[in-house]
């Protein structure tokens, strides 16, 4: 009896965000905390209002090289082209089943809308979600040699159990796929399908050929949640304005935004990649280089310096990035 | 002591759908949730995919003479035309400001969608919020005169209940606008914004004049909640199926399919409009009237029978409609 009940203090007792180094980051976010759920106080949130957001690449998993979800778009080429032959012949296409990287380097954004469209739809929604979680076991991030979803921050996971346990809904709102992150989001993040939301394509209602209905995934976009998308959708799915949000990017600018405009005690919080040897470095806030992927510039940078949002150093800030170092 | 453990125990035993007489329907839903609910049992249904759906009118409240969202873009009619004036000379706007019933009588359904257009569009969605609650507050039912929000079916509020106190979650799954239902959704049926789907248009990410972040209701429709769109929107909006559906027209027919077609209990219930006494009677299924709002055909009551969904008698099967009688 002794010894369970010390056992379960120390667990009460453990600090929530152990993986974060003492600083104004972590104090940002316990501060929040405190100051939203404490009963009677003046910045106090009632439980139905917690509700916190955050943009999923580069925000809660790597998104370097590209984003996990252009690898697994590459994966499916293969089985597109079986489905529909005439493709093997049409560009950007043959250069994906070519294996050339130096070619598959030179593909533009354009080329990746074109294999995105084509491999995120014309199959059941069953089918699909299918079709990522076996991706998803057997899929490699290159540098690590990890499946992606052990690549995820596990500061980041840290602060979402800790809002969670303080009676917060946590949304991830991501610039991907909704269909894709909800196949996964709640093993691995502990977010079910409903609180989260993506960019998406239409799906069109019929039935199989036993009759039964089903929802085929379309290849028309109908929600493109990145930049302004982002509080549009949120608007959209949940109806109410977060009260903390969490990006990296240009393309969170305006949810951060949006989350700190209203009443109240408000957080707003970018992670800045500056991490080289743990990560990866890039800006071009800070001098670091710009990469084109998860652009996080000097205008953003002086944004969150004038409106009181909190920049994450992944250098500073973080003990540990990954939950398997 | 003795007094109120009494008290509380008699709370405990009481009938969860006391507005209901004995009969099919009623048993198919206690069936159902004991069915779902029982621990260990066969067609046991996890709390997190407890998911049961509910069209709004004439499945949650009364749509007869007309939806209640109708009667509210007409009483903004006057508001619209002062913001612009060009309307007062444009049909179907000079109809409705001329007061002249027996010409908005004849007013057709693409004039309604043009007033609709205009009404729901243009303000920030805050302001939209609060229009809708000024509107209610005032508004009355032509045939009770009492507020629109009185005329919810209590039979329905009990079931509603009597499945969120059995790990169900309920969502609204309306053909009326996703933000007109949402201003009032928790108020009146527990139902919190981000648990209603509905058909809904595009906002616009901007900034007031002081700066502040806002989003612009855009007269652009970007989901269409009848028919096969419930579907395809709990599927966007949700992203998992129901287990239990209600409905009232052929309007929900593909939400029923839908829910029915899942593995497991499931449970499909149209309200028939059969009580030309205490509510409305209209079909045309069962001789009824076709009065070309919540059409109920044959072909509709031939699919409950076929596929085991339940028809609920208003006339049978509730004791009492309202909550006032």
């Given at each position: 009896?002794?010894?369970?009940?010390?056992?379960?203090?120390?667990?009460?007792?453990?600090?929530?965000?152990?993986?974060?180094?003492?600083g104004?980051?972590?104090?940002?976010?316990?501060?929040?905390?405190?100051?939203?759920?404490?009963?009677?106080?003046?910045?106090?949130?009632?439980?139905?209002?917690?509700?916190?957001?955050?943009?999923?690449?580069?925000?809660?998993?790597?998104?370097?090289?590209?984003?996990?979800?252009?690898?697994?778009?590459?994966?499916?080429?293969?089985?597109?082209?079986?489905e529909?032959?005439?493709?093997?012949?049409?560009?950007?296409?043959?250069?994906?089943?070519?294996?050339?990287?130096?070619?598959?380097?030179?593909?533009?954004?354009?080329?990746?809308?074109?294999?995105?469209?084509?491999?995120?739809?014309?199959?059941?929604?069953?089918?699909?979600?299918q079709?990522?979680?076996?991706?998803?076991?057997?899929?490699?991030d290159?540098?690590?040699?990890r499946?992606?979803?052990?690549?995820?921050?596990?500061?980041?996971?840290?602060?979402?159990?800790?809002?969670?346990?303080?009676?917060?809904?946590?949304?991830?709102?991501t610039?991907?796929?909704?269909?894709?992150v909800?196949?996964?989001s709640?093993?691995?993040?502990?977010?079910?399908p409903?609180?989260?939301?993506?960019?998406a394509?239409?799906?069109?209602?019929?039935?199989?050929?036993?009759?039964?209905?089903q929802?085929i995934?379309?290849?028309?976009?109908?929600?493109?949640?990145?930049?302004a998308?982002?509080?549009?959708?949120?608007y959209?799915l949940?109806?109410r304005?977060?009260?903390?949000?969490?990006?990296?990017?240009?393309?969170?600018?305006?949810?951060l935004?949006?989350?700190?405009?209203?009443?109240?005690?408000?957080?707003?919080?970018l992670?800045?990649?500056?991490?080289?040897?743990?990560?990866?470095?890039?800006?071009?806030?800070?001098?670091?280089?710009?990469?084109?992927?998860?652009?996080?510039?000097?205008?953003?940078?002086n944004?969150a310096?004038?409106?009181?949002?909190t920049?994450?150093?992944?250098?500073?800030?973080?003990k540990?990035?990954?939950?398997?170092?």
């Amino acid at each position: 009896m002794g010894l369970s009940l010390i056992a379960s203090t120390a667990v009460f007792a453990a600090d929530p965000l152990a993986s974060w180094n003492e600083g104004p980051a972590k104090q940002a976010i316990v501060e929040f905390v405190k100051a939203t759920t404490k009963e009677g106080g003046t910045q106090f949130v009632a439980p139905a209002d917690r509700i916190a957001t955050f943009d999923q690449d580069g925000t809660l998993w790597v998104e370097h090289p590209a984003y996990g979800q252009l690898f697994y778009c590459l994966s499916r080429v293969p089985a597109a082209v079986e489905e529909k032959p005439e493709l093997a012949q049409v560009e950007p296409f043959k250069t994906v089943l070519s294996g050339d990287h130096a070619a598959m380097a030179k593909l533009t954004l354009d080329d990746y809308l074109k294999i995105a469209m084509v491999t995120l739809s014309g199959m059941p929604t069953d089918e699909f979600k299918q079709e990522v979680h076996a991706w998803l076991a057997k899929a490699k991030d290159p540098r690590w040699k990890r499946p992606f979803t052990e690549l995820t921050y596990q500061p980041m996971k840290e602060v979402m159990q800790y809002l969670r346990d303080n009676g917060y809904r946590t949304y991830i709102v991501t610039g991907g796929g909704q269909d894709f992150v909800r196949a996964y989001s709640e093993e691995v993040y502990g977010v079910p399908p409903e609180q989260v939301v993506g960019s998406a394509g239409t799906t069109e209602y019929g039935y199989d050929k036993s009759g039964k209905p089903q929802l085929i995934k379309q290849p028309k976009i109908l929600l493109n949640d990145n930049d302004a998308g982002k509080p549009e959708n949120i608007y959209l799915l949940v109806g109410r304005q977060p009260y903390a949000a969490f990006g990296n990017s240009t393309g969170d600018r305006q949810m951060l935004e949006y989350a700190k405009s209203g009443k109240g005690a408000r957080l707003a919080m970018l992670i800045l990649h500056d991490d080289a040897e743990r990560e990866y470095a890039y800006g071009p806030a800070q001098g670091l280089p710009d990469t084109k992927v998860g652009t996080f510039t000097d205008a953003l940078y002086n944004q969150a310096t004038s409106e009181g949002w909190t920049v994450i150093s992944m250098k500073k800030d973080w003990k540990k990035i990954f939950a398997f170092e």
